[in-house]
């Protein structure tokens, strides 16, 4: 058995879990819903407020996707009920994030600027100027959208200047010396 599939996800009061005959799961909670196609071939059952995520066989692709999806619906279960954030931090001379309604100014050394937009389901919120959170129940787009904007300034080396995440350690370059 897969350590992480036969581990039982509890639902909590408030959020309803469907399964329909195309092995799609919808679980709905107090912040949104949010929907997974699974594999025909793994099953799940719902009984007394424990969701368990079942494999027909040993076979490698099996097991392999019978802790997937279980980590997947497991996500979304604390996605609907909690939600996910990631906070980024700005570091750098003038590099800043400005709230402009929805959207999020980077001034980041660019000569041009750069507007950051939300897509749908997700937030973006300046906490200070040099710090921003990305919020949203879908762990995986809320991580994504984290990863894009770190991208557009990654940290660099030698002075650490650039988009980190918060609590990230950049490895730290000594540069040139005097011989």
Do not use: C, W
Not at 27 to 35: I, N, Q, W, Y
Not at 80 to 109: C, M, N, P
Not at 110 to 135: R, W
Request: no cysteine; aromatic share 4%; net charge positive.
């Amino acid at each position: 058995m897969s350590r992480i599939g036969k581990l039982p996800i509890q639902v909590p009061a408030g959020v309803e879990i469907t399964v329909d005959g195309t092995n799609t799961v919808t679980v709905t909670g107090p912040k949104g819903s949010l929907t997974q196609t699974m594999d025909r071939d793994i099953t799940v059952t719902i009984e007394d407020g424990t969701l368990t995520v079942l494999r027909p066989t040993n076979r490698p692709n099996h097991r392999a996707l019978h802790g997937l999806y279980r980590s997947l619906l497991q996500n979304m279960v604390t996605g609907v009920t909690e939600g996910y954030e990631k906070r980024l931090e700005i570091v750098g001379v003038g590099y800043r994030f400005v709230q402009k309604g929805t959207d999020v100014d980077l001034s980041a050394g660019f000569s041009h600027p750069v507007v950051l937009t939300p897509p749908d389901g997700v937030e973006f919120k300046v906490i200070a100027p040099n710090q921003m959170a990305i919020i949203g129940i879908d762990k995986q787009v809320v991580g994504e959208h984290a990863a894009k904007i770190r991208a557009k300034r990654p940290p660099e080396p030698y002075k650490g200047k650039g988009i980190k995440y918060q609590g990230e350690h950049i490895r730290r370059k000594v540069g040139k010396r005097a011989q």
